[in-house]
């Protein structure tokens, strides 16, 4: 019902432009086809179901883009100390957005696998890339949200709002951003899918996002990654039936 809730949306914001009979691009798996991703893209998504099939078990997965891939390497520290115990795999791909992940997801990425829980945060390069509609973006969400549970039918999903980007509340981006997030909290039914907010521990009380704490004001800066990991520690223990 959501799903239609949002086709019908979008095609009420584009009637006007021909175009747009067509599906939007968030839901339409493709490979990355980005000049500066395409000679290493590939290669990831093979090392990672290597890497998967290899593990005796998998009861974690992190799936998203660049801020979810970085836990492979400024993060990795965080990463052994809180997730490497619970068998976790992380397949975030820098310069994914929503098609991307479902390409992924439909080419093995999840396959042969029943872990406990899964945290998706995917979106803000639909937003930065494209300035795709925040409705096209939560479509390509909840399309991911629906390939999950079909391959995932045991596997609870955290779902995160789309991290904040942009110096001030009212840059463009981060006003998209937080467009697609007033969507997706409604994806969550509190059974399978749970949603959680973490932006205000990346903001100041004004709402401006320091260098500090994202150098590039869209990607968080490597202390930040024990932030986000020790903010949804409580929230992942009790999915993960530890609590």
């Known amino acids: 019902m959501k799903k239609i809730l949002l086709l019908a949306l979008l095609t009420a914001l584009t009637s006007c432009c021909s175009y747009f009979q067509e599906p939007p691009l968030s839901i339409i798996p493709v490979e990355q086809d980005a000049k500066w991703a395409v000679k290493w893209w590939m290669p990831r998504h093979k090392e990672k179901l290597e890497v998967k099939n290899k593990m005796e078990k998998v009861d974690l997965v992190f799936l998203g883009d660049s801020i979810t891939h970085a836990w492979d390497n400024k993060g990795k520290e965080v990463w052994q100390q809180y997730y490497t115990k619970r068998n976790a795999l992380n397949i975030g791909f820098s310069g994914d957005r929503t098609e991307h992940v479902l390409w992924r997801l ?16 995917i979106g803000t390069n639909n937003t930065g890339h494209r300035q795709d509609p925040a409705a096209e973006t939560a ?13 995932l039918p045991n596997t609870k999903v955290l779902l995160l709002a789309v991290f904040p980007r942009g110096a001030k509340a009212d840059d463009k981006l981060r006003v998209i951003n937080t467009d697609i997030n007033n969507i997706i909290k409604d994806f969550a039914d509190d059974e399978r899918v749970f949603y959680m907010n973490i932006n205000k ?16 004001l869209l990607h ?6 024990k932030v986000w990991a020790s903010t949804i520690e409580p929230e992942v223990k009790v999915l993960m039936g530890e609590e």
Do not use: R, W
């Open 220 to 225: 968080p800066n490597k202390d930040q990654y």
């Open 139 to 151: 479509l390509g969400i909840e399309t991911i949200l629906e390939t999950l549970e079909d391959k």
């Open 201 to 216: 521990v990346f903001l100041e009380e004004d709402g401006t996002l320091s260098k500090k704490v994202m150098k590039d």
């Open 106 to 121: 439909n080419h093995g990425a999840v396959d042969g696998i029943d872990p406990k829980l899964l945290v998706l945060m």
